[in-house]
């Protein structure tokens, strides 16, 4: 019998009842005290320029403003790039690098008073000539932002030549605004000496909380990040929540005020970075039977002003744009383009999405070559023993593909509703169809190696309540629950008795941003090293008190066996802190086996692959470009999952964001740099009636994973995002409908309405 | 003068509020969150859009206590006067415990982040209220104006289907309360005109629409909010100061529809609710369409009126209803003079309308049995978006010959315009494929639209030239050329 919550268990989110109730609170529902300010940011209206003058009297001179910031007020670095490249300042001194870039703050009253305020500075700026996208910065002698990555195996000039068919392709792929529903926001308390705490909604504690020192010129140890939810985050709020929370301290510590800060949704789009757009070349050579010979991609990516982490991210691309295909020549480029355009940051999937859809759609290109279906390209380069070997030479050792799209093309019955297809659009009416069944396979772990530790901190009280922190953040993802059960069943008792906290960095110091999926991997190990080092020193004073063996402890659900005799856990508890056994423990965990040489290409940047696949079915008005996704199976791998439920949610939730991604979410930039989507008016992600109505959701139940990671578990955030490719290469199949499926359609991501009719069209003017 | 009131009077949840310093710019959401620490109803997008700041609505209208989920970011506080405003916090299940539709969002992990819960639920709340078991179409319709960018709506439309499973809403606060919250709200109404202030900036709620009449012809700078789903976001997102300002949203008056032999009239301040089933039940071809217009929230507020006086060139009413041949009523004063729907837009940004003046009423007249019709939106996104092309078509065949043909569009020149050119091409030709590729190829000379984030001009061309081919196929062809709702 096991306890009540533990890991394999259904279980709600921890928060679900407060989030139903609205007595879950986010940063903005802290009560504010007595003669808090608010602060809010003031935009450059130039994408490129130097500033000759910024006037900001009558920002000043507007009602109940209280103060102003500018570059001219930090009195540490006016720097907050994270990776160090020194090149992300809080407030630009002399360039203006990207319509929409922060230049100063303004400290009012009340936060009205701050909007309007900040509308009446007079800011010159010198214009420059600007970029804005990444075939326009390369054409210009715009730099790389960050340092490019090649990835190479084998002879791939060789095998191109050799190969009896080639193609060659170039393919845009759309950027992606995270959208998360709770915005930006930061509300700094001073305190005494250089103190100051900062509640904010990040991802990233740690890097917050060196952003603020390093901004204030104080040592870390000086600042204190909290955050106790996220309302969502998804990347979002890795990186790019340090401006608030620099602004919020650097405001509280000059004014000696609590201040917070808080865009409007407008400001949020505009003033923080989104997800890649790249412009992918690509060519590949591969045989009659549709076998990859080699391949050759340049990805170039719009990066934005700045580094932030367009290095790791565009390295992502690469390391994902094999997905899962084996290339037995292999030469990969990366451009990390800088643009004039805000700096693009971590969106769940890291680079990884771009890369997998450059797969899939040459995937797509050689089966319109060869008259064939794509299932049975896909099928024909799975990797496999004596194909097995990455782009960055690691051996895929634990592929489950084959079971999963096998066991996935037959419960969709994938052959037959193909036939059904391809014999109604042959009909030729208006309205046509495609399918398409696409895997994923997704590396997991942080590729800057030393990010894979993690930290947790557990107390039990000697009334046998638990108290859990660890260094994840919670935005929604489950993260919590997860490691909470974790705890849960290490001292066998019920998760009701433990209290889950908020993620501070004074408790759990040094910890890495709750990204690349690996949130439960890392703490929830970390967490079950804490238990361990508790249970150890209980099990000792166990057998020095009893005079038993430790073979003769066992923690049984709500109680201790010792010997014949059994004890409530509450009670052992209480002798033990009577006993003077320590009940508090600090537990650490680092990710095995992985090391990755970036110089050379070459390593074991991943420590495992999860794995998924999805056929959609999707209907396409040949007149008007629009679709609907009518229905969608997925089997994804969570190797043993911690909780079925919140799994199950993200890989629903993950695929809806992608296929938001490839479809109806534009960012759209007019000539001058401006972004005109930059609010839900104008940027549109999916809604419930976007959702298929048949949407069939199943875990691999009988996966576990290879590694020994807890449980056995695998990281669930980011791959089934990437399952949203199906839909797009559905859509590409009715395209190709209206020309007989003698050419892979021109399709560019997100296939808006537009793109998709204007595909059509192309395909009918040809014909 | 009528005796005017200074102070703004209503119900939240179960307190009687009573404000004399409202600004006509104060919103609810502000008002919730920072005034009253309500925290639960929460700010995803401050313009309507995302639905986290759902709330409910109840007013006393000709047909008694009615209550409606709005938007609180772009709802202003002046306009609740005599309303009852229903916030997350006031939710409950009959034993105290979570409410049937949160006991159901969370038995089917409806929430991840939690942050648009509180209002999905009171999206979700009305609709169980309404219809207890809804069908999955339904529930689309019931959540288009709510975002989730965590679950992908699955885990929510299956509590929705869920809901009623834990409870009806016999037993819920607002069934049970409903006698004592409409003797409340009677008590609160006096009849008289209700003029607030802060900072300067005035909120007049006419008694009725004979004060609205004599307020505006005296104050004929003010801003007339209805619905406030424009108007809102002058305030939110622009900073304008829209004082004066009168709201006419409480005015029964200009609500009203009436259905004659002649046809349909409609009150200019019915909201798209409100119009939608006379409209839908007079002209059929309007259903898929006007479930395209906006979220729930927004066609509770939204009004015709609004749509039509606002001029925006890509209302989606306009163009439907100048192909049905609607006419407008406008008044100064006492005043009045009617015109054809498409005169009242002259250019962008400029109607035929003079200061004082207001849209009263829509008439639209009964449909020709032999009237073929279409209207259709084309959109980034299916529901809740903003037209990148709108379309109506009202096509008279008699036998086999085109008599009359009224062909409007939105989003295609700076206001909502016939199709004059393409319209020549069809009278008197054969109602035929060959016919209505003819229009198609005049539309050129009809429209030259632009480019913008929406959609490029190529792509608003091609889309609406190519509507006439799908007016064929529908109608000469009977074949299905629109993806529609797909039935539950």
Redesign the interface.
């Known amino acids: 019998m096991s306890v009540k919550g533990a890991p394999h268990q259904d279980l709600a989110h921890d928060s679900a009842a407060k989030h139903v109730t609205g007595r879950a609170d986010y940063t903005d529902d802290i009560l504010e005290s007595i003669g808090t300010l608010h602060a809010y940011l003031g935009l450059s209206e130039v994408a490129h320029g130097r500033i000759t003058g910024m006037d900001l009297s009558e920002v000043l001179a507007a009602p109940g403003v209280v103060g102003v910031l500018t570059a001219a007020d930090i009195p540490g670095a006016n720097d907050i790039s994270p990776t160090g490249t020194g090149d992300d300042p809080v407030f630009p001194a002399e360039t203006v690098e990207f319509h929409g870039q922060p230049l100063f703050a303004v400290v009012a009253k009340s936060r009205d008073a701050a909007r309007r305020a900040a509308a009446r500075a007079r800011v010159e700026i010198d214009p420059l000539p600007h970029v804005l996208d990444p075939i326009g910065a390369i054409e210009a002698g715009y730099p790389d932002v960050t340092a490019p990555l090649k990835l190479e195996r084998g002879e791939v000039a060789a095998g191109l030549a050799g190969s009896a068919h080639r193609i060659k392709g170039r393919m845009a792929i759309g950027g992606q605004d995270h959208m998360y529903l709770e915005g930006h926001i930061a509300f700094a308390m001073p305190g005494e000496d250089e103190d100051v705490v900062v509640y904010s909604s990040t991802q990233h504690p740690s890097e917050a909380q060196h952003m603020v020192a390093h901004v204030l010129g104080v040592p870390s140890h000086s600042v204190v990040i909290n955050v106790r939810r996220m309302g969502g985050g998804f990347g979002g709020k890795e990186t790019q929540m340090n401006l608030f929370a620099a602004v919020a301290a650097l405001a509280a510590k000059k004014w000696n005020r609590p201040v917070k800060i808080r865009p409007d949704r407008d400001q949020d789009m505009i003033a923080t970075g989104k997800r890649h757009d790249f412009v992918a070349d690509y060519e590949v050579g591969f045989d009659g039977e549709g076998r990859i010979e080699a391949v050759e991609g340049l990805f170039a990516a719009r990066c934005g002003f700045s580094a932030d982490l367009s290095g790791p991210v565009t390295d992502r691309a690469l390391f994902h744009a094999d997905n899962a295909y084996f290339y037995p020549h292999v030469r990969l480029r990366s451009r990390p383009m800088k643009t004039n355009t805000v700096s693009n940051t971590a969106f769940r999937g890291f680079g990884g999405p771009q890369g997998v859809i450059v797969a899939e759609r040459m995937i797509e290109e050689i089966a319109y070559a060869l008259g064939r279906d794509p299932l049975e390209i896909r099928k024909a380069n799975f990797y496999r023993p004596g194909g097995d070997v990455t782009p960055y030479h690691q051996v895929v050792e634990d592929n489950i593909l084959e079971r999963i799209v096998g066991e996935l093309e037959a419960s969709s019955q994938y052959q037959a509703r193909r036939q059904a297809i391809l014999d109604d659009n042959a009909k030729g009416g208006i309205l046509r169809r495609g399918i398409a069944l696409t895997p994923v396979k997704f590396g997991i772990s942080f590729t800057a190696t030393w990010y894979n530790q993690a930290g947790a901190l557990v107390h039990v009280y000697n009334d046998g309540s638990i108290m859990l922190n660890h260094g994840g953040t919670e935005m929604g993802q489950g993260l919590n629950i997860k490691v909470a059960q974790v705890v849960a069943e290490a001292f066998a008792v019920d998760i009701d008795r433990i209290k889950i906290t908020r993620t501070t960095t004074e408790k759990v110091p040094n910890t890495s941003a709750t990204a690349a999926s690996s949130g439960s991997d890392l703490n929830g190990m970390a967490a079950l090293d804490a238990c361990e080092q508790i249970k150890a020193r209980l099990v000792d004073f166990a057998c020095e008190k009893w005079g038993v063996d430790a073979t003769e402890v066992e923690f049984l659900p709500g109680r201790v066996k010792i010997g014949a005799e059994e004890i409530g856990f509450d009670d052992f508890i209480r002798q033990a802190y009577v006993a003077r056994v320590q009940l508090s423990a600090a537990g650490f965990y680092k990710t095995p086996k992985i090391h990755w040489n970036r110089d050379k290409g070459q390593g074991r940047p991943f420590y495992y692959f999860a794995y998924g696949a999805a056929c959609s079915e999707v209907s396409v008005d040949t007149l008007t470009g629009e679709y609907r996704v009518d229905r969608v199976d997925i089997l994804h791998d969570v190797g043993r999952s911690l909780n079925p439920a919140v799994d199950r949610g993200q890989v629903e939730g993950g695929f809806i964001q992608g296929v938001g991604w490839l479809t109806s979410e534009e960012l759209w930039w007019d000539g001058d740099g401006r972004l005109r989507t930059h609010a839900p008016s104008t940027y549109k992600i999916p809604l419930a009636s976007d959702r298929p109505r048949i949407f069939n959701v199943a875990l691999a139940e009988w996966s576990q994973n290879a590694e020994r990671t807890i449980k056995r578990s695998k990281a669930v955030g980011e791959p089934p995002l990437m399952l949203g490719i199906s839909v797009f290469e559905a859509i590409s199949m009715a395209v190709a409908s209206v020309a007989d499926y003698r050419e892979c359609p021109r399709l560019d991501a997100p296939a808006t309405p537009e793109r998709v009719l204007m595909a059509i069209e192309r395909l009918r003017a040809e014909r | 003068m009528a005796m005017v009131r200074r102070e703004i009077r209503f119900l939240l949840n179960d307190d009687e509020m009573r404000l004399t310093e409202v600004g006509a710019g104060d919103t609810l959401l502000?008002f919730l969150?920072i005034g009253q620490?309500l925290?639960?109803?929460?700010?995803?997008?401050?313009?309507g859009?995302?639905g986290?700041c759902t709330v409910l609505v109840g007013r006393l209208t000709d047909d008694g206590l009615r209550y409606e989920p709005v938007n609180a970011c772009i709802r202003f506080l002046a306009s609740l006067d005599g309303c009852h405003v229903v916030?997350?916090?006031h939710?409950r299940g009959v034993d105290g415990g979570?409410h049937p539709?949160?006991r159901a969002?969370?038995?089917h992990?409806?929430?991840?982040?939690?942050?648009?819960?509180?209002g999905i639920?009171m999206a979700l709340y009305a609709l169980w209220m309404q219809t207890p078991r809804p069908s999955?179409t339904e529930?689309?319709?019931a959540?288009?104006g709510?975002?989730?960018?965590?679950?992908?709506?699955?885990?929510?439309?299956r509590a929705a289907l869920a809901a009623a499973d834990h409870g009806g809403p016999e037993g819920d606060i607002l069934v049970t309360e409903r006698a004592s919250v409409t003797a409340g709200l009677k008590a609160l109404h006096d009849g008289t005109r209700v003029e607030v202030a802060h900072d300067g900036q005035r909120a007049i709620l006419p008694a009725d629409v004979d004060d609205f009449a004599a307020v505006y012809a005296a104050e004929p700078d003010a801003t007339v909010v209805a619905g406030a789903t424009d108007v809102g976001l002058w305030v939110?997102?622009s900073?304008r100061d829209i004082g004066p300002a009168i709201f006419i949203g409480h005015l029964d008056g200009l609500q009203r529809i009436e259905e004659t032999a002649d046809g349909l009239t409609i009150g200019a301040g019915a909201s798209y609710s409100q119009a939608e089933a006379a409209l839908i039940g007079a002209f059929p071809h309007l259903r898929e369409y006007w479930h395209r217009i906006a979220g729930w929230q927004v066609r509770n507020m939204g009004t015709i009126g609004g749509n039509i006086a606002n001029g925006s060139p890509i209302g989606d009413v306009p163009p439907v209803l100048i192909a049905l041949g609607a006419r407008v009523v406008l008044r100064h004063g006492a005043v009045r003079r009617e015109l054809p729907l498409e005169a009242f837009f002259l250019d962008y940004g400029k109607q035929d309308r003079a200061p004082g003046e207001f849209v009263e009423t829509v008439a639209v007249p009964r449909p020709n049995p032999a009237t073929l019709h279409g209207a259709w939106k084309?959109?980034?996104?299916?529901?809740?978006?903003?037209s990148?092309v709108a379309a109506g078509f009202a096509v008279t065949v008699a036998d086999g010959t085109i008599s009359d043909a009224r062909i409007a569009f939105g989003g295609m020149a700076g206001v909502p315009k016939r199709a004059e050119a393409a319209e020549a091409v069809l009278i008197g030709a054969p109602f035929d494929r060959e016919s209505l590729a003819r229009a198609a190829e005049a539309l050129p000379q009809d429209f030259k639209p632009l480019s913008?984030?929406?959609?490029?001009a190529?792509?608003r061309m091609?889309?609406a030239q190519?509507?006439f081919?799908?007016f064929w196929?529908e109608h000469g062809e009977a074949?299905?050329?629109?993806?529609r709702?797909?039935e539950a």
């Open positions: 502000d969150r620490r925290t639960g109803t929460k700010e995803g997008c401050a313009e859009d995302c986290a916030t997350v916090e939710l979570l539709v949160q969002m969370v038995d992990h409806g929430s991840q982040c939690g942050f648009c819960t509180p639920v999955e529930i689309e319709i959540l288009q709510n975002l989730c960018r965590c679950t992908g709506y699955a885990p929510i439309v939110t997102k900073l084309i959109s980034k996104r299916r529901d809740e978006d903003i990148s913008d984030w929406r959609a490029s190529e792509y091609r889309v190519n509507l081919q799908r196929a074949q299905q050329a629109e993806l709702r797909a």
